[in-house]
């Protein structure tokens, strides 16, 4: 089948389908109001060492509702700080809980029953019950595409990362994550997710140029 994406019915249920599977940002936001926002986006991932920087993407527009902004794009914007806790399994049904479109007056820590933990260095909360969080400050929301559809895609550098103890271990080269014991959770399309723990492993090839390789052939 060959598809063109602006014709073709339902095509982020096929784009979401063949992304997979998509890390989680459970983002923790606070208003100018002091009201604390909790949501999860898939759109998500890591894009460099230094400066450490991570993007996300939320929509403008919250779905369901009439005139409503996206309440943690609004606090992103308007506050410059944010929260990236990873979600795992033991707290998959918790994040969940907090994917609904509630009212921007409504703290989605108390809709799930999860704890707020003081961060460091930003003023918004961590959620305690995730082994690792990213506290973030704003460095760019690039828009993408226009309304109803509108979205920004949100820059953001780490200020301070929190890891817990139990998913470290020590490799050859220092301190790595056991994600074993990490457990994170997969986001895959539709109302589907999946567990990440079934690991492998493929070691990198390195480029050996065809003059050296025939080199060591011959000594």
Known sequence: MLIDP???D???MILTGVVVPRPIAFVSTISTEGVVNLAPYSFFNAMAYNPPTLI??????????????KDTLTNVEETGEYVVNVVVDDIAAAMNATAAEYPSDVSEFDVAGLTEAPSEIVKVPRVLESPVNMECRLMQVVNIGEQPHAHGLVIGEIVRMHVRDDILYEGPNGLRINHEALRPTGRLA??????????YEL??????????SAGRAAD
Do not use: I, L
């Not at 996300?56 to 902004?69: E, H, I, M």
């Open 190 to 199: 539709g109302n589907m997710y999946c567990h990440t723990d079934d690991v």
């Open 56 to 69: 996300f993407s939320s929509s403008r527009k919250a779905a369901g509702w009439q005139d409503k902004r």
């Open 6 to 8: 602006k014709n073709f």
């Open 10 to 12: 339902r095509f982020n």
């Open 203 to 212: 070691v990198r090839p390195a480029y050996v140029p065809e003059e050296e």
